[in-house]
C-alpha cells in the first residue's frame, strides 16, 4: 500500500491521512474507490447514512444493463463495462448480471428509436431487428404500436444492484481500503492538501472525488462552485402478472424500454419478473423535482397515471394498478449527460455527477474514469461530452 507523506498534517494521526477521500459511496463512488485502492492508492470512501441504505440512486435490486443509445460514446463505454462486470463477478464469485436482451420499441422514423437502431448496427452490437410478422412469435403478450419499430439488443438484461454496491465495497475492503458510513460532510477546504470535515471526523488528502449523487451541490458549495443539476423523485412501479410468470426471467422475457408511446414522449422502461414473484418493474423515466433530504414529501403521482393508461394497452397481462411502489432519485443535468471533469477551480478535485437515471451500468468504467482523472492519467474514454464547460450559460457560483 503506497501512502503519501504530507508534511502540512504532521498533526494529524495516520489514520485520517489519504492518499484520495471518495465522498459517496453509491455505485459511481465504490468504484471509483475500488479502482482507486487497485493503484494502490490509500483509499477512503466516505458516506452520509448507514450502508446498505434506499435513501440515493443505488439501491434495490435491478437494474437495466445495455448497449442500446443514440450516441456512439454510451455503446462504446458499455462495450468495456460488459467486461469489467464480468470481472468484478469473478473476482467477487457472485453473479452480478442476467442476460435477457433488451427490446426497444419506438415510432419507427422519428425520435430515439432509428437513432437507437443506427448506433446498434454501426457498433455491430448483436441486433435483433423485428418484424411487425414476426414480434408476437418473439414477445407473446405485448401490444406493439402501429408505426413502432422493434429491435433486440441481444446482450441487454438484468444487473443484480444490491449484490453489485455490496460485491464493488468488499472487494475495495479486500484492497486494504476504508469506508466510513454513517458520516455525513460537513466541510471540505480545498487546497493543494484537501480537508474533509465529517460528523465523526477530519481526513485530509492530496485528492478529493466528489460522486454525491442528489448532494453533490450541497457539497460542491463549500468549494464556492455549483452545477446546472436538478434532483427528481421517481415512482418505481411494480405490476401484478394476472397469470403467473407470463413476464417472467424464466420465460426469456426481455428488459424493455420505449422511446415513445402514445401516452407519453418520455421514456418508460421495464424489467421482467424476478425480485418480487409475478411483479413486473415498469417505470416512467422522469419524476418530480424534489429536495434530496425531504424525497418522500414529494407526492406527484402523475407518471403512475401515465404509466397504468400504458400497461392498459401495451401489456394485457399484467393488472393496469402498481401493486408496489418504491422510491428513487436521478440527478438530472440540462442535456441529461453525465459530468465527470475536473473541478474548474481546483484540479486536485473530480466531480462526477449528473447520471441522469441512466449511470448505474456504466459504475465499473465510469469508477475507472474518475480514478484516471484523480491520477492525472488521459482517460481510456474521450469525455468532451462529459465536460462541465459546457453548462457555460446554466453556471452560477455558489455565495
Known amino acids: 500500500m503506497t501512502t503519501v507523506c504530507h508534511e502540512e498534517s504532521s498533526s494529524m494521526s495516520a489514520k485520517q491521512d489519504y492518499d484520495c477521500v471518495v465522498i459517496g459511496a453509491g455505485v459511481q463512488g465504490s468504484f471509483t474507490a475500488y479502482q482507486l485502492a487497485k493503484h494502490n492508492k490509500k483509499t477512503l470512501l466516505l458516506e452520509q447514512f448507514v450502508l446498505p441504505h434506499t435513501r440515493g440512486s443505488s439501491h434495490g435490486q435491478t437494474r437495466i444493463i445495455r448497449r442500446a443509445y443514440e450516441q456512439d460514446i454510451y455503446t462504446q463505454m458499455m462495450g468495456e463495462g460488459y467486461q469489467l462486470w464480468a470481472q468484478l463477478e469473478k473476482e467477487a464469485g457472485v453473479t452480478l448480471y442476467r442476460q435477457t436482451g433488451l427490446l426497444v420499441m419506438g415510432p419507427e422514423t422519428s425520435g430515439d428509436y432509428p437513432l437507437v437502431k443506427n448506433t446498434l448496427l454501426k457498433n455491430k452490437v448483436p441486433t435483433v431487428i423485428l418484424s411487425r410478422d414476426n414480434f408476437h412469435q418473439h414477445i407473446p403478450n405485448v401490444v406493439l ?35 466510513q458510513d454513517n458520516e455525513k460532510v460537513t466541510e471540505i477546504k480545498p487546497g493543494p492538501v484537501v480537508k474533509v470535515m465529517t460528523s465523526g471526523g477530519v481526513y485530509q488528502a492530496r485528492n478529493v472525488v ?16 455549483q452545477l446546472p ?38 421514456h418508460i422502461y421495464g424489467l421482467p419478473s424476478n425480485e418480487y414473484p409475478d411483479l413486473v418493474k415498469i417505470c416512467y423515466h422522469i419524476g418530480s423535482k424534489t429536495d434530496p433530504d425531504y424525497r418522500d414529501l414529494q407526492t406527484d403521482t402523475s407518471d403512475i397515471d401515465i404509466l397504468k393508461r400504458y400497461v392498459s394497452r401495451c401489456i394485457p397481462g399484467l393488472v393496469p394498478e402498481p401493486a408496489v411502489v418504491e422510491s428513487c432519485m436521478y440527478t438530472l443535468t440540462p442535456d441529461r449527460h453525465f459530468v465527470l471533469d475536473y473541478h474548474p477551480n481546483y484540479s486536485n478535485i473530480v466531480i462526477g455527477a449528473g447520471f441522469s437515471g441512466h449511470g448505474f451500468k456504466f459504475g465499473p468504467v465510469i469508477g475507472k474514469l474518475l480514478c484516471e482523472l484523480s491520477l492525472g492519467e488521459v482517460p481510456s474514454f474521450d469525455l468532451s461530452s462529459f465536460k462541465i464547460r459546457r453548462f457555460q450559460s446554466h453556471m452560477k457560483s455558489a455565495l
Open 145 to 179: 404500436s402501429e408505426g413502432h419499430g422493434a429491435l433486440l439488443d441481444v446482450t441487454g438484461g438484468v444487473l443484480f444492484a444490491d449484490r453489485a454496491l455490496k460485491a464493488v465495497q468488499d472487494q475495495f475492503q479486500k484492497l486494504g481500503g476504508v469506508i
Open 210 to 225: 466528489i460522486t454525491a449523487g442528489p448532494w453533490t451541490n450541497k457539497l460542491l458549495a463549500h468549494t464556492g462552485f
Open 229 to 266: 443539476l436538478e434532483t427528481v423523485k421517481i415512482n418505481v412501479c411494480y405490476w401484478k402478472e394476472k397469470t403467473p410468470g407470463t413476464y417472467g426471467v424464466k420465460q426469456h422475457f426481455p428488459c424493455f424500454v420505449v422511446t415513445g408511446s402514445l401516452e407519453s414522449k418520455e
